[in-house]
């Protein structure tokens, strides 16, 4: 039979004619009758050389599929910046090729070709595989495509990161460089000290009295400040849901220090604006104080550790960090050496 209906109750033809396979959706078709009413209006069309879908019409290109993708990214995707990334590297490769063009042994040599020429990690490119898929799956939804090409493409393997915690000595080195003030020589030659690295002290007081992530840190507004309970309500997080943080005594000092006329309550001081990168300046005082293999994410990990260690409860570490179980959590936690050696003495009483 040429006719069938797929799970999503609709009809649909496939069917080979003078070498070559059409398979589409039998638009308005309710049952086999009039989906085979429908075959055979589409052959007659075929053979008379008038059809649509004929290579008369123009094909859907990649640019198109794009903008249908970006547009649905941009209402309905926290990742719209790094969507228009990916769309624009797509194009870079690809070029504005027919969408049917894009077939699996393309995608598998554009993996290829991007880790090899641009030098991009495999989480990376992973990432363009993700943002790929969905405008692919867009694509068939919207009849440009009949399958996604994406369905045989496996990911690559991403080589998880090591979870790293701050130690107190690091942690000691790491505000010593950033509060050294630097002699030099300005303008009018009269010698005066900066201070370069000055303006990451607050961020990373935040990151370590809370938890919170980079990008809730960098968009946190005096809004979602509540001084009268001393708690932070971040409204958009990584997993959609709200949640509260409490405000330590350290961190409230912070706050009460930089407290500003603007929206936002870390503000580049060169920009007077709410910062998006730091990378530069970071990884210059990482290096400065010796520390080695560390990432801004890691202050995260650094204040999960360091409360469970000190004994808060795991569930109201999950909360604080936002996380959706306990058992990811749970992958914040470590036990050091000594931690590991009190609990075994514990056995000598026995």
Not at 38 to 48: F, G, L, S, T
Not at 60 to 75: D, R
Not at 158 to 186: H, W
Request: some cysteine; charged content about 30%.
């Amino acid at each position: 039979m040429s006719v069938f209906k797929k799970g999503n109750n609709k009809w649909y033809y496939r069917f080979q004619l003078n070498g070559k396979e059409y398979y589409r959706a039998c638009k308005g078709a309710v049952d086999q009758k009039t989906a085979l009413q429908y075959e055979a209006i589409v052959k007659a069309e075929i053979m008379k050389g008038n059809l649509g879908i004929l290579d008369n019409k123009p094909k859907p290109t990649l640019k198109y599929a794009i903008k249908l993708y970006l547009e649905y990214s941009e209402v309905n995707k926290k990742t719209y910046k790094s969507d228009v990334v990916s769309t624009q590297t797509f194009l870079e490769y690809f070029g504005n090729v027919n969408l049917e063009d894009i077939t699996p042994a393309k995608i598998e040599d554009f993996k290829k070709d991007v880790k090899k020429d641009r030098g991009n990690k495999n989480a990376t490119i992973n990432r363009h595989l993700q943002a790929l898929s969905k405008m692919l799956n867009i694509a068939v939804a919207n009849d440009l495509l009949t399958k996604n090409p994406m369905w045989s493409v496996k990911k690559l393997k991403e080589n998880n990161y090591k979870t790293r915690v701050l130690t107190l000595d690091e942690e000691k080195r790491l505000f010593a460089e950033i509060e050294r003030g630097y002699d030099v020589v300005g303008r009018e030659r009269k010698p005066k000290t900066i201070y370069p690295y000055i303006h990451l002290k607050p961020l990373i007081i935040c990151a370590l009295q809370t938890g919170m992530r980079r990008g809730e840190i960098f968009n946190l507004k005096w809004s979602n400040i509540d001084f009268e309970y001393n708690f932070i309500e971040l409204l958009e997080t990584k997993s959609g849901k709200s949640r509260k943080v409490p405000i330590s005594s350290k961190l409230m000092k912070v706050l009460e220090e930089v407290k500003n006329d603007t929206e936002y309550v870390f503000i580049n001081p060169y920009t007077n604006m709410p910062y998006n990168d730091i990378k530069k300046s970071f990884h210059s005082v990482l290096k400065k104080a010796g520390i080695e293999d560390f990432r801004f994410h890691d202050f995260r990990h650094t204040a999960a550790t360091r409360m469970l260690e000190k004994g808060a409860d795991i569930r109201t570490v999950q909360e604080i960090l936002g996380h959706s179980s306990v058992a990811v959590t749970e992958r914040y936690t470590h036990s050091n050496a000594q931690n590991k050696k009190s609990a075994i003495e514990l056995l000598s009483s026995f």
